[in-house]
């Protein structure tokens, strides 16, 4: 299959759900990268598909070229090898282009907290802006509609809920991504709950929010963090986050992200076995964790 073209599409039914939720329109975006942080990693795919005011459907689709290896540990996801992406572009052109492609209209990713961290996170490094468009999460949305719903899907991962829908996914192509992004959306908008209350808890941020520098920056003495993270290491946080957990945290990090509050490190506290984000600044110190003397619900 082209990675350009997806073998999925959106009926004419799919197009007037969605145009209920945004009646203006809407983009669907979707990045393969080679990791999960957007502060340090690298888009190396970008995908959009757009549903205008009229029900018109286009597509957008690039390859980007990182500058940098692969890692191996990420081809297994999506495919795509560093000699796949030589001949392709830069992300500079590709930043403008997508952004041209939205317009003003109201994004939608699944858990685009990921996604729209990679876009602003290099928009920023070229001095690119953005437009001050919203942003709109399919899993977020998925989980307003049927979380504790009798014979809702059994988790909320895209590859689930394209079960759940009923079609067949070829997950992590970018451009299938957006399409499945978008069907889903669509089927969960005939569900018989109250829509403006799934919209309120699937909206993130509005881009316009990140206008400061601090949105983005790393320092440089978390710098060994961000190198802990992506060996996909257990760390231990001296963090002053106020919650009854207590200051020292372990956390099993899946990324670093930019964030309107300051950026910060998205993981698993295994204290209480939930996803967090711990804000940078807020954490004093931090080192590795062995895993060999972490136990369960205990401080180590």
Known sequence: MSRSHSALSISPEEVASLLKLFPKGIVAVDLE????????????????VKISET???????????????????????HGLRTEDLAAAPTIRKPLRAVWDFAERLPIIAHNSTFDLGYLIKASHDFQIDFPPLDVYDSCRYARAVYKNVEGGPVNFKLSTLAEFVGFTLQHHVAIEDTFACLKIMAFAARATME??????????????????????????????L?????????????????????????????????LPKGPVLFGECLISGMNKSFVLKKIKSYQKLEASIWRQGANP
């Open 33 to 48: 990268t080679t990791g999960l942080s957007p502060l340090v990693d690298k888009i190396i795919e970008i995908a959009a």
């Open 226 to 258: 961000a190198l802990l993270v992506q060996e996909k290491e257990l760390v231990q946080l001296d963090y002053r986050g106020g919650s009854k957990e207590g200051r020292n945290r372990p956390v099993r990090p899946i990324g670093l992200m930019p």
């Open 195 to 224: 829509q403006k209350l799934a919209m309120e808890k699937s909206f993130v941020f509005r881009l316009s929010h990140f206008d400061r520098s601090e949105c983005f920056n790393l320092s440089e003495r978390l710098k060994g």
């Open 55 to 77: 029900g018109e459907i286009s597509t957008y689709h690039q390859l980007i070229n990182p500058l940098i290896d692969v890692p191996e540990f990420t081809v297994q996801f």
